[in-house]
């Protein structure tokens, strides 16, 4: 059947045995078994990144790889209790997509009032619907590389995620949520994302990340957002999945003439946790903005890869973010910009600040930057630092307690990120967020 | 009572001793200023008080109202009624002026067991200090300090006290900086806090300040002891002859001590 590499990992056996159990079962669409076939091939020939892929050299997953998970359930992914608590967000109100365990629940989800101009629906309801748009997207090939792994995997196993259209030249008011929930323990579940957002239009989405418990499921999610020319993309990302969950992500923005990306993103929970955000600015004058704020504590690892390539003239792009490690945790952060030939006039800007809140939690940030055109602007800067003692002394002779004083200046430290947020509510939820899960014993020695 | 009362106090900055053997008896509603030549131990006489780390005391006793106060947590130090007003307020980006001095009011309210304000209660008392010390509302929405002028963040210093109403407070060379207008504010606005149950240490290099606040004692502060105590006079004569004349009544006192070299 397959070429199966030489020492098979739990984690690849896993899969493997998996696929068997499933047998044959094809979709009925050519292009699509075809597709998840080769990815499966492609999956089971490299496994798991190992700790020579620079790619992955900060985010070891030789632990991920003794692991064996099994598919999701879905029939227990269906019939899940899931209070719609869990993902209620105040400023989000409107259309609402929610996946379980990478499976689409029509029940918790609020598709049946949306704007004219606007489509949302489940993935595996656009396969049965109309899959030939879903081909470039869904066929696409990824290299055969270990450091694509999860790309692979997700490209065989997501049977379902989310379809999001705007209509050329309209503009949608309320953000659409799309919710991901984990439920189950030791299973791996998938899901697949398709924006598109037409010529003109206007979207803001907000991708949400919780779980019920303390589900230590692999998910892997991977998103494509397309902007046509003059279009807008508003995108928060907020990752609130339970402490003990493994989450791999790409995000990958392609954005055309004129139009610009804006992306919020706050990484809170998950034990292992990986975002790849990628932007092309493909069109003169695109734009790609992102603000993000990670914080951890205990043992967690945060992974942000963020990578913008500039291909067309007078792009711009600007990153801003915030990095808050406690405990023993890992944040990991690389921001590489590219600035291709041609792309005269570009503007790039990039800009990481860390604050290290015990002698035990590391951050690891790497800016990276490549120019090979004329006239362009381009600025970058990393830091890593501690809570000023300054600062803490001036609140305490106050009489702010230390614990309080700490929480508030590194509130303050992650707000630089989240200020921009234009939606008030939600972005005071995200600060309120940030303060329950920050640290609030005093500082390790 | 005394409410302050320092005895002997020693304390070491980085291994160096800079209090050798400090005296003071401080009672309510009195203002006691102290001055001195630069490096005599001014500065670290108020951060031992306040609480800032890096500040050993190897000997010696402060009691506040009876109490320990050595043994107390900056924080605890404010909420039992100690308030320092910094000779450089720190900058605080991302913190509202007006959000953390509602923090800091509450969190002392809290330790003593008093009902925390709400919102409208707080501003409601804001607008009341905000008269006494000239304030306008704009400086409150903005971050603690940031991008305030020198003069701003001392009469913030006098704002945040005026809110907090602490029953000491020490004055970290208030005057440092400012020009003869600001330091009039400033002064004004201590003066309007002044009353029978709260007391006042007041640090400074120049006898200016005490033009406008006046002191019921001066001391002055020199390698590490207080050498000298006396009425408002005393400052007088002190910007009349400089600290040198010290040096005839106090030969122990080095000459560098008294030309104010950190030598």
Redesign the interface.
């Known amino acids: 059947m397959t070429e199966v590499q030489a020492s098979r990992t739990p984690f690849v056996q896993a899969v493997l045995d998996a696929e068997g159990a499933e047998a044959s079962e094809g979709t009925g669409i050519v292009w699509l078994d075809t597709a998840r076939r080769e990815n499966l091939d492609a999956f089971l020939a490299t496994g798991l990144p190992e700790g020579r892929s620079e790619a992955w050299k900060y985010t070891p997953l030789r632990a991920l790889a003794q692991r064996a998970f099994a598919p999701a359930d879905a029939d227990a992914a269906r019939a899940a209790n899931v209070d719609a608590a869990v993902f209620a967000l105040p400023g989000v109100t409107g259309p609402r997509i929610v996946l379980v365990d990478g499976v689409f629940r029509a029940d918790l989800s609020v598709l049946d009032t949306l704007p004219s101009g606007l489509r949302v629906e489940p993935l595996s309801v656009a396969l049965t619907l109309a899959p030939e748009p879903l081909r470039f997207a869904l066929a696409a090939r990824h290299r055969r590389d270990a450091a694509d792994a999860f790309l692979h995997l997700n490209a065989a196993l997501a049977r379902d995620g989310v379809v999001v259209n705007v209509a050329e030249g309209c503009t949608i008011e309320s953000p659409v949520h799309v919710v991901y929930v984990a439920t189950q323990n030791d299973v791996a579940w998938h899901a697949r994302a398709l924006v598109e957002v037409g010529q003109g239009g206007h979207l803001n989405v907000v991708e949400h990340h919780v779980a019920i418990g303390d589900a230590n499921a692999l998910g892997t999610v991977v998103s494509d957002f397309v902007l046509r020319d003059d279009a807008v993309l508003e995108l928060v990302l907020i990752q609130d999945a339970s402490a003990a969950a493994t989450l791999v992500r790409r995000s990958h923005a392609r954005v055309g003439a004129r139009a610009a990306a804006t992306v919020h993103a706050v990484e809170l929970g998950g034990a292992l946790v990986r975002h790849e955000l990628t932007a092309e600015l493909v069109g003169e004058g695109a734009r790609f903005d992102s603000r993000g704020v990670f914080a951890l504590k205990a043992r967690q690892h945060i992974d942000t890869q963020m990578d913008v390539r500039h291909q067309a003239r007078d792009t711009t792009s600007d990153a801003l973010w915030r990095g808050v490690a406690d405990g023993r945790s890992r944040g990991v952060f690389r921001g590489a910009i590219v600035v291709a030939e041609g792309a005269d006039g570009s503007d790039a800007a990039l800009s990481n600040k860390n604050l290290l809140l015990s002698a035990q939690a590391e951050i690891d940030t790497k800016p990276e930057l490549e120019i090979y055109a004329d006239e362009v602007k381009a600025a970058h800067g990393a830091t890593i630092g501690q809570l000023?003692?300054?600062?803490m002394?001036?609140?305490?002779?106050?009489?702010?307690?230390?614990v309080?004083?700490r929480s508030?200046?590194t509130?303050?430290?992650c707000?630089?990120a989240l200020g921009s947020l234009p939606n008030e509510a939600l972005r005071e939820h995200l600060g309120a967020l940030l303060v329950a899960h920050l640290p609030t014993g005093p500082a390790e020695a | 009572m005394h409410m302050l009362k320092i005895h002997n106090l020693h304390a070491r900055v980085e291994g160096k001793e800079i209090l050798k053997g400090l005296s003071l008896e401080v009672n309510p509603g009195e203002v006691h200023a102290i001055m001195g030549p630069n490096g005599a131990g001014k500065s670290t006489l108020a951060n031992v008080l306040s609480g800032r780390e890096g500040y050993e005391v190897t000997e010696g006793s402060v009691l506040f109202n009876g109490r320990d106060l050595l043994a107390l947590e900056p924080e605890e130090r404010a909420a039992e009624g100690v308030f320092l007003a910094f000779q450089y307020p720190v900058e605080i980006p991302g913190v509202n002026n007006t959000y953390f001095l509602r923090a800091a009011l509450n969190a002392q309210r809290k330790y003593r067991g008093e009902e925390e304000l709400d919102s409208m209660r707080f501003l409601k008392l804001v607008r009341e200090k905000l008269k006494i010390m000239q304030i306008s509302d704009e400086l409150l929405h903005r971050a603690v300090n940031e991008g305030f002028s020198g003069g701003e963040k001392k009469r913030n210093e006098i704002f945040q006290m005026a809110v907090l109403e602490p029953k000491l407070a020490i004055l970290d060379e208030t005057d440092s900086g400012l020009d003869i207008d600001a330091l009039k504010q400033v002064a004004e606005g201590v003066n309007a806090l002044r009353s029978p149950d709260r007391s006042f240490v007041v640090v400074t290099h120049y006898q200016r300040l005490l033009d406008y606040i006046e002191p019921d004692f001066v001391h002055v502060l020199a390698g590490g002891r207080i050498v000298e105590s006396g009425d408002k006079s005393l400052a007088l004569k002190l910007e009349e002859q400089g600290y040198a004349w010290l040096a005839d009544t106090h030969p122990e006192l080095a000459k560098a001590e008294l030309a104010g070299d950190r030598a």
Do not use: K, T
Request: avoid cysteine.
């Open positions: 000023d003692e300054r600062s002394f001036y609140l305490r002779s106050r009489g702010i307690p230390q309080q004083a508030l200046l509130l303050a430290f707000r630089a």
